[in-house]
């Protein structure tokens, strides 16, 4: 089958498989499920994660067994490491805010070629907001274009962030008054900055690629840069799938950001 073929099947099952996990997310969000914390790192983690990652594994690894397989809830496997492609999945981003009953999560794959993610989809059934791209041909939420904000400064700009953050005696000089919220899941945070909702997102801690995947490529395809706080690339499907960092936002803004936080040093990468 022509590559082209091949990306719009991918796509098309990718797209389908999300749609089917979302119904199974929403079978228990806002009821009494179990919930339970993983022992290596004492994340939380419910029945509807292991559920949802059991259908996308089932639909996608199932039609495309050749494909590698990276997900939060199943245990690595370094075959990964040897396939062309490769799906990243979090089943449910945002676990905290799911298990309390708030709208602040979704379900996030990836298809990723040589490093980068080429299709993504993020997909919020609580509020159905479907975000999708391909690379090369932009992203859209519910079938419609998106585009990051013009912000360009940072007074005033709207932050996805934890707040405390920005009061740390680290930073040599204070940061100005901006309107910042805060969202438990990473790529949910990204996908708002893609769609111009937020302008800019920033995490001075460890991510990991089931965070970023797909979220990089539809903030990219809507216009925005995202790399790591010291301007560092994010490359998926190596060894490691940790992250030191994060800073996403429109072009104008990251610059200013980029010079603010990009000489910031951090702790030694968990």
Known sequence: MPEAETRAADFALLK?????????AMRFFGTDHKQWSKAHDNTPVTEADIEVNNLLHAR??????DYGWLSEETEDDSSRLTSQR????????????????RPHFVISVALVEEGRPVLGVLFNPATDEFFEAEAGRGAKLNGR??????CSRIEG??????????KHPAWSEAWPEMDISDRNSVAYRIALVACGVA????ALNGKSDWDLAAADLILHEAGGRM????????????PSTRHPSLLAAGPALYDALFEKVS???LPPRR
């Not at 389908?16 to 199974?24: F, I, L, W, Y």
């Not at 274009?145 to 013009?150: K, L």
């Not at 010291?230 to 499907?237: H, L, Q, S």
Request: aromatic share 10%; charged share 25%.
């Open 145 to 150: 274009p998106i585009h990051v904000s013009d």
């Open 86 to 101: 490769v799906w990243v999945v979090d089943p449910i981003d945002g676990t905290r805010a799911f298990a309390k009953g």
């Open 157 to 166: 700009c709207r932050m996805i962030a934890f707040a405390p953050m920005f």
């Open 16 to 24: 389908e498989a999300v749609r089917e996990a979302g119904k199974v």
């Open 60 to 65: 996608l690894a199932g039609a495309r067994p």
């Open 263 to 265: 000489k910031l040093q």
């Open 227 to 238: 790399t790591a706080h010291d301007g560092t690339p994010y490359f998926y499907n190596r």
């Open 199 to 202: 302008d800019a997102t920033l």
